[in-house]
């Protein structure tokens, strides 16, 4: 399988709708990235969950997914499943981040995400970030929307097993969904890792990318 790499690598955007999507959707990729990079600066946005417990679960797990980066988090207090509603506030948060970050990369949700917060999320980032290659993550449901990905992460074995431990360890108030476990997450990238030729992958979708193959 072809492997193009990113280039240099010093600035990250990672963004969900809610806390725990970006840790479900490319808690591994970041990972990754921050343990080959030390220092990487990681600009987060999470949209709902701010001034409680959610929050506070976010914050401490994203800052074991992203070990020695320079992580900058806001977590907002937008209602849950009602992002339609809310638009010009979520809006003017992604702009914002627009406004104060230069990203090498950005991990969002898909633009096909059943779920309507993570669909109306992943179609701000790609109006706000024109320019930039966003990668968008999935998170396996009920709603069966899983597509085909584009785009994958390798994961080595350890790092897949690392981020199914800190998922179950920083997110308590999620382990009574039925979804929500090792079997789950492990599998869904066991399938992705046997779709690009490795034991565990993540997956993304890529809608827009331009190539530099000339040197």
Do not use: N
């Amino acid at each position: 399988m072809i492997r193009l790499g990113a280039g240099r690598l010093d600035r990250v955007v990672a963004v969900g709708a809610h806390c725990d999507d970006i840790a479900i959707g490319a808690g591994g990729t970041l990972l990754t990235m921050c343990r080959a990079r030390p220092g990487l600066r990681v600009d987060a946005l999470v949209l709902s969950g701010g001034g409680g417990e959610r929050e506070d679960e976010e914050r401490a797990a994203l800052a074991a997914f992203c070990p020695d980066a320079d992580l900058r988090l806001t977590v907002l207090k937008l209602p849950d499943g009602r992002l339609p509603a809310h638009w010009e506030e979520a809006k003017a948060a992604v702009e914002e981040l627009r406004e104060r970050s230069e990203p090498d990369v950005i991990v969002a949700p898909r633009t096909d995400d059943a779920h309507q917060d993570h669909r109306g999320l992943a179609q701000l980032m790609t109006t706000a970030f024109r320019d930039h290659l966003v990668l968008g993550y999935e998170i396996v449901k009920w709603d069966g929307d899983l597509g085909r990905p584009s785009a994958y992460q390798p994961l080595t074995p350890e790092i897949a097993e690392h981020k199914v431990r800190l998922l179950q360890e920083h997110y308590p108030s999620q382990r009574h969904r039925p979804w929500y476990d090792r079997e789950a997450f492990l599998g869904l990238a066991r399938i992705r890792g046997i779709e690009c030729h490795a034991r565990y992958a993540e997956a993304f979708a890529v809608t827009k990318l331009t190539l530099d193959l000339g040197d």
